[in-house]
């Protein structure tokens, strides 16, 4: 208790200090910064304009002792920079750097009295620790967050669902599908049915990289899944040599309504959906 | 937060699934996931009734490094599997039904465990992460 | 929870709530088998859009309503399962093989008219 008390006093005494020193300090920090090659995105204008906010949020985490305030800051500021190409070693190096600034100028405080200088310490590094610790987990979780919206943005653009006529919607599927895209594509696909009303669905495979049996397998489940909807599912684009891979891994395709390419899909799901495909007369 | 509903009648079950689906949607689940969710526990809920009569499910949410999630552990003293690796295999039953679910529960959460003794009861712990 | 059958012209429609528990689904196949006796009809639509969750226990019921209404000459459809709920039944395994499906009600109906049609 008493310790806590002493170690509280100490801040009170240090949080003066810095508030007393500010513009020198934070002038310090700020050459250091750019010394130091650090946010190079951002012109000295906004560098300052921000060092000012973080140095006043860190002072008063410090007087206050709580972190909400600052991390709060840390989450905005991060949403404000990493659009910017600001990088996690710039904003854990900056920190850092105000942390090294601060404690050199306590040393030139109490360097003739180095008793008190190491109480001092104590209380001022854990604090410092944490706060460092607490803007740079924000911004990473910023980033992540960032990274995560733009994955999804990613995958919606790679799995259009695509209606080209009444109750017929066809989606082809590119590229290499892992078993969360495969699941993100049945659950779109499955949506897309209910919302236009689809009677049947065209699945083009034509662009599909590999295929194995735990993709193979998401196939079937969307098929069977679509069928609980109430729509016909044809797979078109199914290579020789892949179909024989599934028939040998015992992938069951009796299952599956297949077609050899796009064009013969259309024309089936058409017949299905009751259009008559009439060929044009040819012009004599 | 931990939440137990004592299962020993079909009523139960539907009980059990409905307070899992809105733990997990409390937890940042999407509807899709807490229809996982609620599916298996219905599930191992059913396994309860039908091979043991009494049992309890626990449902509790946890933290990974990174994560969160959901847990379900159901729990019974019935008779247990006595063969749980035959249980696991899609098709298998033993009470004319659709069978243990076993494997299906597995497909639809991340995490799969079971203990079973004969005479003594089985418990089949599940989890699923949030992505 | 009493299940609501409703009877138009020759088709019974019974509308599922969420909660079901498996006596309310034995108490719904014996009533909707003696309903088809009762009317003779030859359409049977099972509505499941409120179900949240179909597990083995449901997905095998509508089976079994499925395959004893053909046995009496009726043809059945289960109409508005929801797209969570179609994906959490395919990993579970459940397909309702043999049993025909439509998107809602009103695609149900057509469905059984379209049928009714061709059988005469």
Do not use: C
Not at chain 1, 145 to 152: A, L, M
Not at chain 2, 16 to 44: H, P, V
Not at chain 2, 87 to 105: H, M, N
Not at chain 3, 109 to 117: G, I, M, P, R, V
């Amino acid at each position: 208790m008493a310790k806590r008390d002493e170690s509280s006093e100490l801040l009170r005494e240090l949080v003066a200090h810095l508030r007393q020193n500010r513009t020198q300090l934070r002038e310090e920090w700020v050459n250091r910064i750019s010394e130091t090659r650090l946010l190079t995105a951002m012109t000295k204008e906004e560098i300052f304009a921000e060092a000012t906010s973080v140095y006043d949020s860190y002072v008063e985490a410090l007087e206050t002792e709580t972190f909400e305030a600052l991390q709060a800051y840390a989450r905005n500021l991060s949403e404000r920079i990493i659009p910017r190409g600001v990088e996690t070693h710039e904003v854990v190096g900056i920190v850092l750097l105000l942390r090294d600034v601060l404690a050199r100028s306590l040393f030139a405080k109490y360097q003739t009295d180095f008793k008190k200088l190491n109480r001092i310490l104590d209380a001022y590094e854990p604090a410092a620790n944490r706060i460092a610790n607490t803007v740079a987990v924000g911004f990473v979780q910023e980033r992540e967050r960032v990274i995560r919206q733009q994955q999804e943005a990613i995958r919606e653009l790679s799995t259009p669902v695509l209606q080209v006529r009444e109750r017929l919607l066809i989606l082809p599927i590119i590229g290499v599908i892992d078993p969360q895209r495969a699941r993100q594509l049945t659950e779109q696909l499955l949506r897309g049915i209910r919302t236009n009303r689809a009677k049947v669905v065209v699945i083009d495979i034509t662009g599909v990289a590999a295929m194995d049996v735990t993709v193979a397998n998401h196939l079937v489940q969307t098929v069977e899944a679509s069928r609980l909807l109430g729509a016909t599912v044809i797979v078109t684009g199914l290579s020789p040599e892949i179909a024989q891979t599934l028939v040998t891994i015992g992938v069951d395709l009796g299952k599956m309504n297949t077609v050899g390419d796009l064009q013969g899909g259309i024309e089936q799901a058409e017949r299905l959906l009751g259009y008559k495909v009439a060929a044009l007369a040819e012009p004599s | 937060m931990e939440i137990r509903v004592t299962i020993s009648s079909d009523q139960d079950i539907v009980l059990a699934r409905q307070k899992g689906r809105s733990l997990a949607l409390e937890l940042g689940f999407s509807s899709g996931d807490a229809t996982l969710i609620a599916t298996a526990i219905s599930e191992l809920a059913r396994n309860i009734v039908s091979y043991a009569r009494n049992g309890q499910v626990i449902l509790k949410d946890i933290q990974g490094s990174n994560r969160v999630g959901i847990a379900v552990t159901a729990t019974d003293n019935g008779p247990g599997i006595p063969d749980v690796g035959q249980a696991l295999r899609d098709g298998f039953s033993t009470s004319g039904s659709l069978g243990l679910g076993l494997p299906g529960v597995r497909r639809l959460m991340d995490e799969f465990e079971i203990v079973s003794k004969p005479g003594q009861g089985t418990t089949v712990g599940v989890k699923k992460w949030r992505l | 929870m009493e299940v609501p059958i409703l009877k138009q012209g020759a088709v019974l429609i019974a509308t599922f709530q969420a909660a079901l528990s498996d006596a309310d689904l034995n108490q719904l196949r014996s009533a909707l088998v003696q309903q088809v006796v009762r009317f003779r009809s030859r359409g049977v639509i099972v509505d499941v859009t409120a179900m949240d969750v179909m597990d083995s226990f449901a997905s095998r019921t509508l089976r079994e309503i499925a395959h004893i209404i053909r046995l009496r000459g009726a043809e059945t459809v289960i109409v508005g399962i929801q797209p969570e709920v179609a994906f959490a039944m395919v990993q579970l395994g459940l397909t309702l093989e043999g049993v025909a499906t439509a998107l809602d009600l009103e695609e149900g109906l057509a469905y059984l008219n379209q049928k009714f049609k061709t059988m005469k």
